[in-house]
């Protein structure tokens, strides 16, 4: 079964409006969860670090007042995308490293599809 | 600074037949290697990594890997694929000397499996 949940699956929101976007650990607490944004039949962009009880480490060109995201907890980080645009459509994908018990292993959400119309 | 090269975009095969899908990746420091597999509409899932020891790794479904360190190459291998191996498969690495980094992913590759 998945390890790391997201949710929701999908979502479809209204031009000028926020969603979030939930990445849980389930079987482990990961201190650093990462976001990723898939385009269309192209491959997985890196959008931030997600670190608990800090600030997230963005990417070169990731607005960061435009993609908010929050690590309260050791099994919990949420992306907000705040006042979406339809360019802001995109399939996201968050991660969490497993830790040394897990080899390192990396595991992914199943990913949210965002809509913005 | 880590990067992957897919250099197939696509890659069409016969059922049965066997496959190839290259890899090639840089970076200055040691790294751990994945592939992941990525069926229409889904998330990722891992097929196989390699974090040290032995260089042939074997992972679900019937793929196989090896890493190359001389030619920077982790080829993904499978002797004989199913119809429902189409999907798109990704390689990705990540800097070898913390557990904290994120993965690099290649392009892509989409495999056609065809009967």
């Known amino acids: 079964g998945a390890v790391v949940s997201q949710h929701p699956s999908w979502v479809i929101c209204k031009s000028g409006t926020s969603v979030k976007i939930e990445c849980r650990s389930l079987?482990?607490?990961?201190?650093?969860m990462f976001w990723y944004r898939q385009f269309p039949k192209q491959s997985l962009m890196l959008m931030a670090t997600?670190?608990?009880?800090?600030?997230?480490?963005?990417e070169q060109g990731v607005e960061k007042d435009k993609f908010l995201i929050n690590h309260a907890s050791l099994t919990l980080s949420t992306l907000t995308v705040t006042s979406a645009h339809p360019e802001d459509s995109s399939f996201y994908i968050c991660s969490a490293r497993g830790g040394i018990r897990t080899g390192n292993t990396i595991y992914f959400g199943e990913g949210s599809w965002l809509t913005v119309v | 600074a880590q990067s992957v090269t897919q250099l197939d975009s696509q890659v069409p095969v016969f059922e049965e037949a066997p496959v190839e899908l290259r890899c090639n990746y840089s970076s200055s420091v040691s790294v751990y290697l994945f592939w992941y597999v990525q069926y229409p509409n889904q998330g990722l899932q891992l097929l196989l990594k390699?974090?040290?020891?032995?260089?042939l790794v074997k992972g679900i479904n019937g793929f196989e890997a090896e890493f190359n360190k001389s030619q920077t190459s982790f080829h993904l291998r499978k002797p004989s694929v199913h119809i429902s191996d189409t999907a798109e498969y990704f390689c990705a690495v990540s800097a070898g000397d913390t557990g904290r980094r994120a993965l690099t992913f290649g392009s892509g590759t989409r495999l056609q499996v065809q009967p």
């Open positions: 997600s670190n608990e009880g800090s600030k997230a480490t963005y």
């Open positions: 079987d482990f607490q990961a201190t650093t």
């Open positions: 390699y974090l040290s020891g032995s260089t």
